[in-house]
């Protein structure tokens, strides 16, 4: 059985998962609306992530008898200053989510559930990966300034990602 504190905090990064999906799609919406539809794509892709992220919890807490509660899903921003602007918002909130799994992590340590401890220890690598591809996202965003012709090669690049559950 899951603990009170643990059941709620899973259920609390089920919506913290849930909101980056909603992120994701609001930068997607800018992306296209500046006619960028490969960098759109890219956050499409996030944002499939994402959903894929929460209900891997959303599975796990049912797997252990526990209750999910679905919250209501806070607004994303809808206006962005620039592409440069986006891409710094998508890496800090990768950083956020880190920190969120990782106070996860310290209460399953502190309760001893070794369970959760080791469903929580695949977003822990995956947030390895998740920061690292949002900076060096951002960092090719910086290099190109957010515009011109190296905004249309990034576009090019982008349209070709593609979405691929990871193994469970
Ligand atoms: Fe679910 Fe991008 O962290």
Do not use: C
Request: charged fraction near 25%.
């Amino acid at each position: 059985m899951l603990s009170n504190k643990l059941q709620k905090e899973l259920n609390n990064q089920m919506n913290n998962e849930f909101f980056a999906e909603y992120e994701y799609l609001s930068m997607a919406a800018y992306f296209h609306a500046g006619n960028l539809d490969g960098i759109a794509n890219y956050f499409h892709v996030q944002a499939q992530e994402e959903h894929f992220h929460a209900m891997k919890i959303f599975h796990f807490i049912l797997d252990k008898g526990g209750k999910v509660e679905l919250q209501q899903i806070a607004k994303p921003d809808v206006d962005f200053a620039s592409p440069v602007a986006v891409f710094e918002k998508a890496l800090a909130h990768e950083q956020k989510v880190t920190k969120s799994i990782n106070d996860l992590m310290d209460e399953a340590i502190k309760e001893n559930d070794h369970a959760v401890n080791s469903f929580l220890k695949w977003y822990v690598d995956e947030q390895v990966e998740e920061e690292a591809s949002a900076s060096k996202a951002l960092g090719k965003m910086q290099i190109i300034g957010g515009k011109g012709e190296g905004l249309l090669m990034m576009d090019q690049e982008f349209a070709g990602r593609s979405f691929t559950a990871p193994a469970e």
